[in-house]
């Protein structure tokens, strides 16, 4: 299986299962873990061969500081030597004083379809409650190359193909505990 993560999406969604009060910035996700929870709930007997989050990086010039403590982020989730981080340099508006990212979702639409049309997977999984990927989720789900899913946190809403069977694993706090590390996993123990 290959797991494909909309990083902010997957980041931001945890605070859907995380207790009043703790933010999702502070959960530091192992997405090696997360992905064998994912894998564990295939329809068949599955392992999780290949991990790509996309997400954006502040633009090293504009905060350096900022920047460093992203990409350190970024590397600890590449210590699992299935996990690929591929970064995009957030685009900064001067007239709002806010980032956003640029180029993540059209990165993630090609990862999808070339994955799922490549023969090296049987499965592809897609993290990602965002509604905007629904044309490339519609083009990915196709009766040949790899079974495409779902996975989101529970209480996220959006993604979804209403006219196909697509099955969606909605995970909850207790599979965050699971595959987080820091002093939320503690308290949940």
């Known amino acids: 299986m290959k797991l494909i993560v909309d990083g902010f999406n997957c980041i931001n969604g945890v605070e859907n299962v995380l ?48 920047y460093r403590h992203e990409r350190a982020r970024y590397d600890r989730w590449g210590r699992d030597g299935r996990v690929t981080v591929r970064t995009r340099t957030l685009a900064f508006n001067a007239a709002t004083g806010k980032s956003t990212e640029k180029g993540v979702d059209t990165a993630l639409a090609i990862d999808l379809i070339r994955s799922q049309e490549s023969g090296k997977y049987d499965d592809v999984n897609f993290f990602s409650a965002d509604k905007d990927h629904a044309p490339a989720l519609e083009e990915a789900f196709r009766p040949f190359g790899a079974r495409v899913s779902l996975s989101r946190w529970e209480g996220q809403t959006g993604l979804w193909l209403h006219d196909k069977k697509i099955w969606c694993h909605n995970l909850n706090a207790t599979d965050l505990a699971k595959c987080s590390i820091n002093h939320y996993n503690k308290a949940a123990a």
Not at 36 to 60: K, L, N, S, W, Y
């Open 19 to 66: 207790p009043w009060g703790v933010e999702a910035n502070t959960v530091n996700l192992d997405f090696g873990r997360l992905a064998d929870i994912i894998a564990a709930r295939m329809q068949e007997p599955t392992i999780a061969a290949e991990i790509t989050v996309h997400v954006g990086i502040t633009d090293t010039l504009r905060d350096p500081g900022r």
